[in-house]
């Protein structure tokens, strides 16, 4: 099936620890996207990739790091300087090509303890 | 940046009556989408509807439709004849053409009262 997988879908980390939240897409899209959301929050841009080995910062980079090495991969990195991580991402993506369909995948949970 | 803006943080109607959901948005740009998604507390993103900028016609999906008033940058969401099923978050979005940043409102909650 075509879609967005994201993994894992819920992760605990410990303070002052690095984690690594997977995106991966078979749906040959072009860019790719990913968001914080928080209570009373909505959707806040983290960090988004339109092509290849290209990347901008969103609204709320700071602490974050992402890679784009790969059309259908754009992981993401929690760092440990990102002081309230605690919270639901989402990855998103679309083609470049034609209209404006965005695909999500489900989400991962993060926990910090 | 915030650059789209939901006023209302909840809103509730009674079963098989008429909400509208309200949003506005900035924007320099002339190609742009809008969007209104769908979020259950399943958390997936349901895509409601979705509107051109460049298309002066209003879009519409069965029971939901929009008020896109462009000079004034507001994209509103009127949900007829409301059902218990549609009772979610609701968020609206602006996608922005050539630099494809994607933005999303706060959210609004809507309550269906059966």
């Known amino acids: 099936d075509g879609g967005i997988t994201q993994s894992p879908k819920y992760l605990f980390r410990k303070e002052g620890q690095n984690v690594t939240l997977s995106c991966e897409q078979n749906l040959n899209h072009d860019a790719m996207y990913w968001y914080r959301q928080d209570p009373g929050q909505g959707l806040r841009l983290i960090y988004y990739s339109q092509i290849v080995n290209d990347f901008q910062k969103g609204d709320i980079a700071e602490g974050y790091s992402v890679s784009r090495e790969k059309k259908e991969s754009f992981p993401l990195t929690v760092t440990s300087a990102q002081k309230n991580p605690t919270a639901f991402y989402l990855c998103a993506s679309r083609t470049l090509l034609s209209g404006n369909t965005i695909y999500f995948g489900e989400g991962s949970w993060l926990t910090v303890v | 940046a915030q650059t789209v803006t939901q006023s209302q943080p909840e809103m509730s109607v009674q079963e098989a009556e008429t909400v509208t959901l309200s949003c506005t948005y900035d924007t320099s740009e002339s190609d742009y989408y809008l969007f209104w998604y769908k979020q259950p507390p399943s958390r997936q993103m349901i895509l409601v509807i979705r509107?051109?900028?460049?298309?002066?016609q209003n879009a519409t999906e069965n029971r939901f439709s929009v008020n896109f008033q462009k000079a004034a940058k507001s994209f509103s969401l009127k949900i007829s004849d409301s059902q218990l099923g549609d009772a979610a978050m609701y968020f609206c979005a602006r996608l922005q053409g050539g630099s494809e940043k994607l933005v999303f409102g706060k959210g609004t909650k809507l309550t269906v009262n059966p």
């Open positions: 509107q051109e900028a460049y298309k002066q």
